[in-house]
């Protein structure tokens, strides 16, 4: 009977699962990186590369599977998605140089592209607005999930079995959670087991947003409205940051701390742990202060300050000389963006209509992605300088102080763009007239 009165926590299960699946794949490589290293003779360039590989498919992915799943559904668009990253990752362990694992990160970001575009799209069919924000921090965390669980497991493959198996190991737990996706997701108006009190409840503020809403909107009218700039320029700036977490914190550790990945992986997972509450805490905090009688807008814009300031302690890091201090901080910061994250996402569904919310969220996770594009190649370059000056801790505090002033800029300017937030009606509020 519980279960049959809020199935919604079902799906919200479903997507996090899913979004550990997706961290995990694309992780196993970061924390591999001075094995591949030390076995295909890579510098901090080459790694960057491969870095920016991922990232220039993963935003080219948003972009195309952001309308493709608008187009044909949540329940198809987000199969075709774990079909394509989960067959990528496996093909990692056929790399035999830079070049194959180029091309098998290529695939990977395509595919892993689609998670929060369907992601989003399926909490903003199963959930009414003051509730969004907590089901997408719960989803979210399946992130940090996946950096818990992935150091030593993937350490542990490792070192049992070779490198290659950590990738084909990982890359199958997709396709058996496209099995329990198949069988139990359907939209609301659909589902055969959805009470009709638990579909009034998800529709809950639905018919306003009806009244107000009429024509399907393509690219060109979604990039002519200025709440969609806000949008990319908070997923453009802060992104990246925590890519760089997710790609290069296992090897700060590693040289920093004169660690090995066995040794470095309880860091690493601790950070994550703590990473996973800020998410779910983020989601929670919107939605309290929605409950206190704050506006929408309002409780989203008041939560995300509090986490862009949450970010600045990071720049302390380079002060620190043991490790559990400098995993403090960086858990902070790590549990700020998640929290940060949770409500930017939610953003998007509070604003554009459900049929647009997929495309909105390729839209701005594309930019998000050109800033994970542009940042590696920067962090490699640094480290590589630094690295050769015998000063790599150097690189790693400039790189920190970086991230530590992405959070408020990307703040100040989503709100200099759009001030009031105001919900997107399709027609009327185009680019000229916020």
Not at 26 to 46: C, H, M, P, Y
Not at 195 to 213: A, C, G, L, M, R
Not at 354 to 370: D, E, L
Not at 382 to 407: E, K, T
């Amino acid at each position: 009977m519980l279960l049959s009165r809020n199935y919604r926590w079902l799906v919200v299960a479903l997507l996090f699962f899913a979004t550990m699946i997706n961290y995990l794949d694309r992780q196993v490589i970061g924390l591999l990186k001075d094995e591949l290293s030390d076995a295909f003779k890579w510098t901090e360039t080459d790694y960057s590369y491969i870095v920016m590989a991922f990232s220039a498919a993963y935003a080219i992915g948003l972009l195309l599977f952001g309308r493709m799943i608008d187009r044909v559904g949540t329940k198809i668009g987000y199969a075709i998605c774990v079909i394509i990253w989960s067959a990528a990752a496996m093909f990692h362990a056929l790399a035999t140089g830079t070049w194959g694992f180029a091309m098998s990160r290529t695939a990977l970001g395509l595919g892993e592209a689609g998670n929060f575009p369907a992601a989003i799209k399926a909490v903003a069919e199963w959930f009414p607005k003051k509730d969004r924000a907590l089901a997408t921090g719960i989803f979210n965390s399946g992130s940090n999930m996946a950096a818990i669980i992935g150091p030593p497991l993937v350490a542990w493959i490792s070192f049992s079995f070779g490198w290659q198996y950590a990738f084909v190991a990982t890359g199958a737990i997709g396709f058996l959670w496209l099995i329990l996706w198949l069988i139990f997701f359907q939209v609301p108006a659909k589902h055969k087991k959805i009470t009709n009190w638990e579909y009034e409840y998800v529709h809950s503020d639905s018919k306003t947003e009806e009244e107000i809403i009429s024509p399907r909107m393509n690219w060109w009218r979604i990039l002519r409205i200025r709440q969609t700039w806000a949008f990319i320029a908070g997923k453009f700036l802060t992104d990246p940051v925590w890519w760089f977490y997710l790609f290069w914190v296992p090897a700060y550790f590693n040289s920093t701390f004169s660690l090995d990945l066995n040794k470095s992986a309880k860091y690493v997972s601790a950070i994550y742990i703590l990473a996973g509450f800020g998410s779910i805490f983020g989601g929670y905090l919107s939605g309290w202060f929605i409950r206190r009688g704050y506006t929408v807008h309002r409780a989203r814009r008041t939560a995300m300050l509090i986490f862009a300031f949450s970010v600045v302690p990071i720049v302390l890091v380079q002060f620190v000389h043991h490790a559990w201090y400098a995993v403090a901080l960086i858990s902070l910061a790590a549990a700020a963006h998640q929290a940060w994250s949770a409500n930017i996402f939610t953003v998007a569904s509070d604003v554009f209509p459900r049929h647009a919310v997929s495309s909105v969220i390729g839209i701005g996770g594309m930019a998000g992605s050109i800033g994970g594009i542009l940042f590696p190649l920067f962090v490699g370059q640094v480290l590589d300088h630094f690295r050769q000056s015998g000063n790599l801790h150097v690189g790693y505090n400039i790189i920190f102080i970086v991230c530590s002033c992405a959070y408020l800029l990307a703040w100040a300017l989503m709100n200099w763009l759009a001030p009031g937030m105001k919900q997107v009606t399709g027609v009327e509020e185009k680019y000229k007239s916020n």
